[in-house]
């Protein structure tokens, strides 16, 4: 789940910062979710679904297909 997202952050040429500003939240919490340090709350992976126009089931790889 971790590397989809860090993926899709790339891809979209969003930095770590920039995430957790849109997300309110530090950007070492943030650091820390993207690494599998922490548990990531459904309410920020449903944030980061909307954000990148994905569904919550490919980030958490229960779908093979982005949308």
């Known amino acids: 789940m971790y590397?989809?997202?860090r993926t899709l952050r790339k891809r979209e040429h969003f930095t770590q910062l920039e995430m957790a500003?849109?997300?309110q939240i530090s950007r070492r919490t943030y650091?820390?979710?993207e690494r599998g340090?922490?548990?990531m709350p459904a309410e920020?992976?449903?944030m980061i679904a909307d954000q990148f126009g994905t569904s919550l089931d490919y980030l958490t790889g229960r779908?093979?297909?982005e949308h």
């Open 44 to 46: 920020v992976l449903v």
């Open 3 to 5: 590397k989809r997202i």
């Open 63 to 65: 779908s093979v297909t």
């Open 21 to 23: 500003q849109l997300l």
């Open 31 to 33: 650091a820390n979710y």
């Open 37 to 39: 340090v922490h548990a």
